[in-house]
């Protein structure tokens, strides 16, 4: 490969461990590791006979995948960072030379690596979920640029890669259908959330010729768009449990859509204020209504 992109590192200071850390931005693994332990439940599998498993799982979903997925992001937005946020990591040079590019393509090799120990299906999600990290930053694909293809990626990675994880992980196969059917549900829901996340840089994402939703629609239409999003997939979700004998839970997951309908209007009166308050609300009432899910499908409690 061309020495032009991948330079020696002598004489570039190896970052420090607090430096690499930020550029992981451990905050952001909350999300995919919450989805994952829905898969996990979901299984219905005691976790006591699977736990060198588990933790594998969590360290793939988190710091792995997700992990080397931001530090992806932040190796090809170095130059718009260097505008926007000086301080991160590699613009501010606390991450010098071609180090970030390193960490993300050494963080990739290792979470194939600790996947082949989980079995063949987790090699693959973890596989597509890295595809995935590149694809959505790098050039040519960029999918970040689209209002469509960004937030799909990054719903279906987040919320239905990292579940399929779970279940994966425990059960040691194919998770049943019925669990596919729902991660499939809730990832085409994860894409109202994920939209809902562009509304705080649509300045930005406007100056940059970032296509996201609220740009190309307009704030109001794109919120709309989100709220419908969101709710269509978990009406379907209630609609199958109930099917499926899980009456309960159906309760439960209706009850929580109803909370997150009688909260959307706040929302569309004025997205660009009311977004970070509906995603401390509504939006956690969403991924409860995940949780709530999986153990109606793993038949914890008898439910």
């Not at 979470?111 to 989980?118: D, E, M, N, Y």
Request: glycine letters at 12%; a positive charge.
């Amino acid at each position: 490969m061309a020495r032009a992109t991948f330079p020696p590192l002598a004489g570039v200071p190896v970052p420090r461990v607090r430096d690499v850390a930020e550029l992981l931005k451990p905050i952001t693994w909350f999300p995919p590791i919450w989805a994952f332990l829905c898969g996990v439940v979901s299984s219905g599998v005691s976790v006591s006979s699977r736990w060198p498993f588990l933790i594998a799982g969590v360290l793939l979903v988190g710091p792995l995948v997700c992990g080397t997925s931001q530090a992806v992001n932040d190796w090809f937005d170095r130059h718009v960072d260097a505008i926007n946020e000086p301080l991160r990591p590699i613009p501010s040079g606390r991450i010098g030379g071609h180090w970030g590019l390193w960490i993300a393509l050494c963080g990739s090799a290792l979470a194939l690596a600790v996947a082949t120990i989980t079995g063949g299906w987790v090699v693959a999600a973890t596989a597509v979920g890295l595809v995935f990290a590149w694809i959505y930053s790098a050039p040519p694909f960029r999918l970040k640029r689209s209002g469509l293809w960004g937030p799909s990626a990054v719903a279906l990675t987040y919320e239905g890669l990292t579940w399929f994880t779970g279940a994966s992980v425990m059960a040691g196969a194919l998770p049943d259908a019925s669990i596919l059917v729902i991660l499939i549900l809730y990832s085409a829901g994860a894409f109202g959330i994920m939209t809902l996340n562009d509304f705080k840089a649509v300045a930005g994402d406007r100056a940059m010729g970032i296509r996201s939703l609220p740009v190309t629609l307009g704030v109001g239409p794109a919120a709309r768009v989100a709220c419908v999003v969101m709710a269509v997939p978990q009406v379907a979700v209630v609609a199958l449990l109930g099917l499926w004998g899980h009456g309960l839970v159906a309760g439960v997951v209706a009850a929580l859509l109803l909370g997150q309908l009688a909260l959307m209007p706040r929302l569309l009166r004025d997205p660009l204020k009311q977004t970070p308050w509906y995603n401390a609300t509504g939006t956690s009432l969403y991924v409860l209504g995940m949780l709530a899910t999986a153990f109606g499908l793993g038949g914890v409690l008898g439910l």
